[in-house]
């Protein structure tokens, strides 16, 4: 009985509260949208949704409007991304206290919606019904990401607006942006041009799976240079365009380590006389930025640019797989550690996060990194990802610092969907199903619920050493990230597998009309 009344309304990720009434509303040409000022963003959002397909092009007004959108300083209890949605045959009223809230609003409205609705075309012969519901919703957490690596293969900018519009539709509001890495540095930086001058461009590419040879030699390059960049006019306007969405996109510019692209443009900036060149396999590289004084401040110089594009609270600078063996071999890295009165190597990249942890707090921003931050000490006002495991989360949460969980076996969207790889496109390996994915829970169950606070929550991960283009980032990304939007959103008792599956039979068919590669299920 269950099942069948969760599976009424095919919306994902589920919200929180749904009563059922009679009847439904019918959305004619003449309909008004009411929208007060601080929503009148909103209106026109759900003006833009719903036209292409109805062939309505419905105005939006102060006055009254058969479709009401307006502010309720009252559900400020339902936080700034809470609302209350109800339809009724005579019209539909949205209320939040924030306009983020109706923006969510307005994406469970589409999803009631026949799923003609989201055609890019007039499509006859639909009657453009919503069901009677009264909706109260808000998220569980606070941080609803997606990840997208862009380092190893260069997302088209049109690709990157869509993956956007897919993460709104899932009300997921962190957009991860991988934008550096050792096979291609993808973000203008004016003060350094030769970063993507050289560093964004590799002269082959890891034909088929990596394999741990003995003898490098034996792996196959494709012999084609790839790469590409985003001008800072370009991060301006996706910035913007995820803004729109209620989006904040996080910047990762990662360092000490995954730096080769960097230091291949740079060369000043590694430990070594050898001159290195854009990564063309995948794994990790030994090449590391140096510790010294001026790395220190080009990498700050870079992060000045990246503050001015990026308005969002956090900036993540990496942190993880920092091989430290050019560090150990290295005379002017060994003095640094003397003269700075550190242990060892750990301590000393503790010591350059930790600067660059002090450079983003003055600025107002805080620092996020990959859990081996934890290592050699953690900077003070660090937001911890936690992915090898728990472990990590759980010991910065201890620690009173923020979290954000994500673990290989639940996010990790580059592992393969079945056990039968053989039957599945190439993938890094690992096997992270659907039902896995939805089973999550985030919040480990040995934290106090004072530590439990620091969860903000969770993302998905798609690195992209085996997805070359945006078909298989789709193929690798979807439904799993249908499944973790309701984790991130849905309180844990009102998840229920068996429900979401019958929903995201409907789901996959409003994905169908977006265009998107999802694996079949």
Known sequence: MIVLLLAQIAVIPQPVNVAYGSGAFVLTAGAVIAADAAMRDVGYALADYVAPATGYRLPVRASAGVISIRTDTSLARLGDEGYRLVVTPAGVTIRAAKPAGAFYAVQTLRQLLPVEVFREAKVDGVAWTVPAVVIEDAPRFSWRGAHLDCGRHFMPKAFVKKYIDLLALHKLNRFHWHLTEDQGWRLEIKKYPRLTQIGSWRNGTLIGRQRGYADS??????????????????????????????????????????????????????????????????????????????????????????????????VHIGGDEAVKVEWQASPRAQARIRELGLKDEHELQSYVIRRMDEFLTAHGRSLVGWDEILEGGLAPNAVVMSWRGTEGGIAAAQADHDVVMTPTSHTYFDYYQSADTAAEPIAIGGFLPLDTVYGYEPVPAVLTPAQARRILGTQAQLWTEYMPNPRKVEYMAFPRLSALAEVAWTPRDRKNFAAFTERLRTHLGRLAILDVNYRPQ
């Open 217 to 314: 030699s034996q792996w196959r390059f494709d012999g084609q240079r790839h790469g590409g960049f985003y001008t800072q006019d370009d991060v301006r306007e996706i910035v913007a365009y995820a803004a729109a969405r209620f989006i904040t996109v996080v910047p990762e510019i990662e360092m000490p380590g995954h730096a080769q692209a960097a230091i291949a443009a740079y060369p000043e900036l590694g430990n070594t006389a050898d001159t290195v060149g854009v990564g063309m396999r995948w794994g990790v590289y030994s090449h590391i930025l140096n510790p010294e004084e001026s790395t220190i401040r080009f990498m700050q110089d870079v992060l000045t640019e990246v503050l001015a594009l990026f308005p969002g609270r956090y």
